[in-house]
C-alpha cells in the first residue's frame, strides 16, 4: 500500500505536458505560431505571405475533400512550386513561391495542413475559382 502512494505522484508528474506546451493546443497549431506565423498571418493584411485563412480557401476549393487538399498542402511544403500551387499567379507573383519545409516531419507537415484547413475563408475565395486560381467548368 505505502509503495503505491509514493508511485501515485510520480505517474501524476509523467502524466503532465511537457514544460511550455499547452495540452489543449493541437500540434498543427503549435507548428504553424512557432514556423508558419513568421511569415503568414491567419487573416489580412498580409505579412510576407498570403493569410493563411486566404491561401487554405484555395486549396478547400480546389480538392475534392479536405484529405485531398491535406495531401496537396503537404505535397507544395515538402516541394514548392507554381505549378503544384493553388494560388492564382498573382500571389505568386506577389509573394513568391515560400521554401521548402523540409526541417518539419511528415506527420508535423500533415498536422499543420490538418490546422490551416480549420482557417480558411471559402466566403472570400470565389466559389467559381478552382486550381490554380482557374475558373472550373
Not at 13 to 38: H, N
Not at 93 to 115: I, K, N
Amino acid at each position: 500500500m505505502r509503495s503505491i502512494r509514493l508511485l501515485l505522484p510520480v505517474l501524476a508528474f509523467t502524466a503532465l505536458p511537457a514544460a511550455g506546451q499547452d495540452p489543449a493546443r493541437p500540434e498543427g497549431q503549435a507548428v504553424f505560431e512557432m514556423v508558419c506565423a513568421m511569415c503568414h498571418s491567419v487573416q489580412p493584411p498580409a505579412k510576407a505571405a498570403p493569410p493563411m485563412s486566404h491561401a487554405t480557401a484555395y486549396y478547400v476549393r480546389g480538392h475534392t475533400d479536405r484529405v485531398a487538399a491535406a495531401a496537396a498542402i503537404v505535397a507544395y511544403l515538402k516541394q514548392p512550386d507554381a505549378a503544384a500551387s493553388a494560388m492564382p499567379p498573382h500571389a505568386i507573383e506577389r509573394f513568391g513561391l515560400m521554401p521548402a519545409q523540409s526541417h518539419l516531419s511528415d506527420r508535423q507537415l500533415r498536422a499543420v495542413a490538418d490546422y490551416v484547413l480549420t482557417l480558411a475563408d471559402t466566403a472570400h475565395v470565389g466559389a467559381g475559382m478552382r486550381h490554380g486560381g482557374r475558373p472550373h467548368r
